[in-house]
C-alpha cells in the first residue's frame, strides 16, 4: 500500500473513531450525577438562576439534541464553550496543548537518545554486569512513583543545589516571548532571543528527565529483547561470516530490524503523553493539558471534556499513521503489502 | 564525507544548546518593588458579575473599587468611592454620594452612571454575585455623583453586600467589547475594567497573573508597582519556593507545612481566627436523623477536641452556635455541645432508634479535612452501636446529592460572602434554602423561621441580635448540624514583606496596595 492510500485509509477511520469517541463520551459524562449548571452559578444561586444557565447552555434539551448540536459543531471546529472558563474550548486546546507537546517532544527525545542506546548496549553484552545494571535501570524506571521522582529532583537541584529553577516554563521576569506557535523553544528562537531560549530549555530539563526517566527504561527493555531476537537470527550470522563489521552489523542491520516494534512503543508513549502528564505538570507548574483535563472533569465541564476526548483520540489516530508511515521506512517489504 | 558533515552539524547544534544554556542561568531574581504571590490553583473567570469563587477574586478585587469597603482588619464597612450615604427609615432607598477625584484604568472618571451600568448588568446577567442584592429594585442617576438604589423589601445586609466583589465598579467602556450580547462578559472574563490601584496587564492561563499599577489610582501610590500571582499546584514545590525566595507569599499551603516553616528564620508564619467553618449536615428529612433526640446523641458523640488537634492540628476553635466568633450576633454564651459519650448513649436510648445501625457519611476531595472528620466522627459512633460509611463522590456529584436531599451525613465547609449574621441564620435555617443554597441539613422549625425571617426584616442590630440569639437557642436544642469547627487561617510569607493586613472577610484577597518590601 502507498503512503497515499495509507493515509486517505487512515483519515476515513479517524471519522469513525471520532464519531465512536464522541458518542461514548457524551453518553458517560452524561450519565454522572452532577448539575455544571449549579456548578457555574455557584453554591448559593437561586434554582431560577440555574435553571436560566441550564437553558443558555443547552443543558435543557433532551441527550440527542444536545448531542446532534455537538456534532454541527464539530464539523465546524467549533468544540463550543467551557462551562468552567468560559472560553471557546478549541481556543483553551490552543492555549494549553504545545505547552504538553514540547514537554512530551523533549522527553521522548531525551528516552530515545539514552533508552535506545542503552537497550542495544545491554543486548550486546548480555549477561555482563552492563546488562544487569541496564536491566535493574529499567524495572527501576517503571517502578518508579512520578510524583515522588518530581519532588526529589525538585528538592535537590532546585531547592539543595539551586542549579536548575523550580517551576514554569520561563523565568516571569525574562523579557516576554511573544506567542506566535506556543511552543517556547521556537517563538524564542523566532524572536532571536538565544536567551530566551536558554531560559525555556533551562525549564525543560527538570520536567522532561522526570517524564523520560519511566519511557528510557520501556524503551531499553524493548529494544533489548527485539535486539537479542534480532541477533540470533539467520541473516546477522550470514552477514557476520560475510565480514561485515561489528558496528556496521548491530546499528546498520540489527538495529534497524530491532526497532519495528520499538517505534510501536515510542508512537504509544507519545499518545500517553498527549494527554498531559499530569504529576509532572502539577509538581513543576506546567501550564499544559493535564491539569485542565482534571479541572474539567472536577466541574463536570461537558464541553471541555468532549474537546479534550476529541482532541486525544485525533492525536492517536495520528500517531499511529505516523507510526505506520516509520514502518515502511524502516522495512521496505511491508510497502508492498496492504 | 556525509558521516563528517553530519558530525559537524551534531557539533554545532550541541554547542549552540550548550551556549544558550550558559547564557540565562536560572534568569533573573524577584525585583524589590515586585510582590510574588504563589497560589494552588488557576482562576475560573474575572468578570466580577460572573465569578463566585475567592482565588478569582485575589486577582480581581484590587483592580477594582467598591462603594464601600471592608476597613482594616475589621469585619465593619465604612466609605470607598462613596463618601457617604443616606437610608430611608423603611430601609428601602439607599444614597450615595461619590467621590469625585475617581478614575478607571483608562482615565474615564468613575461617576453615578458607571455604578448604574455595573448594578444594571449585574443583575441583568444573573449569576451567583447577583444574588447578595435579593430585593434590588431599582438603581437610578441622581446626580453625575450621586446614585439611588431602591429595594422592594428591606434588606438590612445591604450596605456589606455593596463591599462584595460583585460590587466592584466596572468601566462602561466594557460594553463596546459586548459580542452576542453578553454585556461584556467574554472580554471581561479574561481583563479587568476598574479604578483600583492595579491592572490586569497579562494571564499565562495557568501560570501567572501580572498585575501592573493603575497609571489613573486616585488613592496613594503603592509601593509595590508589580504584583505576580504564580499557580503554583504543588505544595510542596510552592514551600520550596517560598524558602528560595522565588515566591515573596504562599497560600493555601497543608497545616503541617506551616508548622515546619515556622522553623526558617526568613519566613513569617501567621494564623488568625477566619469566619471559616467545616460542619456535618445531618439530614433532618430521613429517619433516623428526623428525630431530634437522635441528632442531640450524635451532637455528643463528636469528639471535637481530638478533631481540633488531629485533624486541624490546632488551628481551629470549637463552634459555639451557627454564628462564628468575631462576627456581630455570635453569643459566647449559647448552647455548645461537648463530647459526652455518657449523654450520647442515654439522649439514643430516649430516641427510640434502635441500634446497631449503619449511617453514610458523604465527601469529597474538595478539602482534604473532610475524610479525617469522617473517620474521627466514624471512631466515636461506633461506640453507640453506630456504624458510619464513608461514601466519597465525585464533588460535582456530592454537590447533586446534597441539593437533592438525598444524604444522611455530608461534610461541609462555608464561608460568609458579607459581614451580616444574615449569611448564617437565614442561608442556614430558612426552609426556602433547601438544598445547596444553604439549608443543607433540610431543617425546619416554624418558630426558627419566623425569628429569622423578622431579623431580615429589620435594620436595628440590636433587635436583630436579640431575635438571632433566640433563634440560636431553639437551633441548638433542634441540633440539625454537628456545628465542629471555626477554621484559623494561615499565611506564609518572606520575612522582608510587610504591610499584610488579614480581614477575614477577604480571605485570599491580599492588600497588595498597602505592602511593601524591605
Known amino acids: 500500500m502507498s503512503i497515499g492510500s495509507l493515509v486517505l485509509r487512515r483519515m476515513a477511520l479517524l471519522v469513525l473513531v471520532l464519531f465512536g469517541v464522541t458518542l461514548i463520551t457524551f453518553l458517560v459524562s452524561h450519565v454522572v450525577p452532577g448539575d455544571p449548571a449549579r456548578m457555574m452559578v455557584g453554591q448559593r444561586a437561586s434554582e431560577e438562576t440555574v435553571a436560566r444557565i441550564r437553558r443558555e447552555f443547552g443543558l435543557d434539551q433532551p441527550l440527542h439534541v444536545q448531542y446532534g448540536r455537538y456534532i454541527a459543531g464539530l464539523l465546524r471546529f467549533d468544540l463550543g464553550i467551557s462551562i468552567r472558563t468560559q472560553r471557546p474550548v478549541i481556543d483553551d486546546l490552543v492555549t494549553f496543548f504545545p505547552a504538553t507537546l514540547e514537554l512530551a517532544l523533549c522527553s521522548i527525545a531525551l528516552a530515545v537518545l539514552v533508552g535506545i542506546p542503552l537497550g542495544v548496549w545491554s543486548a550486546v553484552r548480555k549477561d555482563t554486569v552492563v546488562d544487569h545494571l541496564s536491566r535493574t535501570y529499567s524495572v527501576l524506571g517503571v517502578s518508579t512513583p512520578l510524583f515522588w521522582l518530581g519532588l526529589m529532583m525538585l528538592l535537590v537541584f532546585y531547592g539543595k543545589l539551586g542549579v536548575l529553577p523550580g517551576s514554569g516554563r520561563i523565568n516571569p521576569f525574562s523579557p516576554e516571548v511573544p506567542r506566535v506557535t506556543g511552543f517556547l523553544l521556537v517563538d524564542s528562537l523566532l524572536r532571536g532571543s538565544l536567551a530566551s531560549f536558554g531560559n525555556a530549555l533551562y525549564h525543560l530539563i527538570l520536567p522532561s528527565f522526570c517524564l523520560s526517566f519511566v519511557n528510557v527504561g520501556v524503551f531499553a527493555r524493548q529494544v533489548r529483547s527485539s535486539m537479542i531476537e534480532v541477533l ?31 517505534v510501536t512503543v515510542i508512537g504509544l508513549s507519545v499518545g500517553d503523553l498527549l494527554g498531559g502528564a499530569i504529576m509532572t505538570e502539577t509538581i513543576f507548574a506546567w501550564p499544559g493539558m493535564g491539569s485542565y483535563v482534571v479541572d474539567s472533569i472536577g466541574f463536570l465541564d461537558f464541553p471541555a471534556i468532549m474537546g479534550f476526548t476529541v482532541f486525544v483520540a485525533t492525536g492517536y489516530v495520528i500517531i499511529n499513521l505516523l507510526v505506520d508511515i516509520a514502518y515502511t521506512l524502516l522495512d521496505p517489504r511491508i510497502r508492498g503489502v496492504g | 564525507m556525509q558521516a563528517k558533515r553530519r558530525g559537524i552539524v551534531f557539533q554545532i547544534v550541541l554547542g549552540l544548546i550548550v551556549l544558550a544554556l550558559l547564557l540565562p542561568g536560572c534568569g533573573p531574581k524577584v525585583p524589590k518593588d515586585t510582590l510574588v504571590v504563589g497560589i494552588a490553583d488557576d482562576i475560573d473567570v474575572l468578570d466580577p458579575a460572573v465569578t463566585s469563587t475567592n482565588s478569582s477574586w485575589a486577582v480581581s478585587y484590587w483592580c477594582y473599587e467598591r462603594l464601600v469597603d471592608y476597613k482594616g482588619a475589621t469585619t465593619e464597612v465604612g466609605p470607598a468611592l462613596a463618601k457617604s450615604w443616606t437610608v430611608s427609615p423603611d430601609g428601602l432607598v439607599w444614597e450615595f454620594t ?51 438604589f431602591t429595594l422592594n423589601a428591606p434588606f438590612p445586609p445591604f450596605l456589606y453586600a455593596l463591599a462584595n466583589n460583585g460590587a466592584s465598579i466596572v468601566n462602561p467602556a466594557v460594553q463596546s467589547k459586548e459580542k452576542d450580547g453578553d454585556l461584556g462578559q467574554g472580554w471581561l472574563s479574561e481583563h479587568t475594567a476598574g479604578s483600583g490601584p492595579y491592572k490586569l496587564e497579562q494571564w499565562v ?15 496613594t501610590a503603592p509601593s509595590i508597582k508589580t504584583v505576580l500571582i504564580k499557580i503554583v499546584k504543588d505544595p510542596s514545590a510552592r514551600r520550596l519556593q517560598l524558602e528560595k525566595g522565588d515566591i515573596d507569599v504562599a497560600a493555601e499551603l497543608p497545616l503541617d507545612m506551616y508548622r515546619q516553616l515556622e522553623k526558617n528564620s526568613n519566613i513569617v508564619v501567621k494564623s488568625w481566627p477566619s469566619l471559616s467553618v467545616t460542619y456535618t449536615y445531618m439530614n433532618c428529612q430521613k429517619a433516623p436523623l428526623d428525630n431530634v433526640k437522635f441528632r442531640q446523641a450524635l451532637s455528643y458523640a463528636a469528639d471535637y477536641a481530638g478533631i481540633i488537634s488531629g485533624v486541624f492540628l490546632g488551628n481551629a476553635t470549637q463552634m459555639r452556635g451557627p454564628v462564628p466568633q468575631g462576627m456581630w450576633g455570635y453569643a459566647s454564651d449559647v448552647k455548645q455541645y461537648t463530647y459526652n459519650l455518657e449523654k450520647a448513649r442515654q439522649l439514643l436510648a430516649e430516641s427510640g432508634v434502635a441500634t446497631p445501625l449503619t449511617l453514610k457519611y458523604l465527601y469529597a476531595d474538595r478539602d482534604p479535612n473532610w475524610e479525617p472528620v469522617g473517620l474521627a466522627l466514624q471512631a ?28 444522611q451525613l455530608a461534610a461541609g465547609n462555608w464561608t460568609p460572602d458579607f459581614a451580616d449574621p444574615y449569611m448564617f441564620m437565614n442561608y442556614w435555617f430558612e426552609p426556602q434554602n433547601w438544598g445547596l443554597a444553604g439549608n443543607r441539613s433540610w431543617y425546619e422549625n416554624e418558630q426558627v423561621t419566623d425569628l429569622v ?41 518572606r520575612k522582608n514583606v510587610e504591610g499584610f493586613v488579614f480581614n477575614p472577610m477577604l480571605l485570599d484577597m491580599y492588600n497588595f496596595h498597602q505592602m511593601a518590601k524591605k
Do not use: C
Not at chain 1, 552489523?249 to 530490524?257: C, D, E, F, M, T
Not at chain 2, 466515636?380 to 436531599?405: Q, S
Not at chain 2, 436544642?477 to 484559623?488: G, S
Open chain 2, 205 to 219: 492561563k495557568d501560570s501567572q497573573h501580572k498585575l501592573v499599577l493603575n497609571p489613573n489610582y486616585a488613592g
Open chain 2, 453 to 493: 425571617r423578622e431579623a431580615a426584616r429589620i435594620s436595628d442590630q440590636a433587635q436583630r441580635t436579640t431575635l438571632y440569639r433566640q433563634a440560636q437557642d431553639l437551633i441548638m436544642e433542634d441540633a440539625p448540624y454537628i456545628f465542629l469547627v471555626q477554621k484559623n487561617y494561615n499565611l506564609a510569607w
Open chain 2, 98 to 148: 461619590l467621590r469625585e477625584n475617581s478614575k478607571f484604568d483608562d482615565a474615564k472618571p468613575v461617576n453615578a452612571e458607571a455604578v448604574k451600568y455595573t448594578f444594571d448588568r449585574l443583575m441583568a446577567i444573573g449569576k451567583g454575585p447577583a444574588e447578595a442584592y435579593p430585593t434590588l429594585e431599582t438603581v437610578e442617576v441622581v446626580e453625575p455623583y450621586k446614585i439611588k
Open chain 1, 232 to 262: 540470533n537470527q539467520d541473516f546477522v550470522r550470514t552477514a557476520r561470516a560475510n565480514g561485515i563489521s561489528r558496528k556496521s552489523l548491530i546499528y546498520r542491520h540489527a538495529l534497524r530490524n530491532a526497532l519495528i516494534p520499538t
Open chain 2, 380 to 407: 466515636k459512633f461506633k461506640e453507640l452501636g453506630i456504624t458510619v460509611e464513608l461514601e466519597k463522590l465525585a464533588y460535582a456529584t456530592m454537590r447533586e446529592n446534597l441539593d437533592k436531599g438525598e444524604f
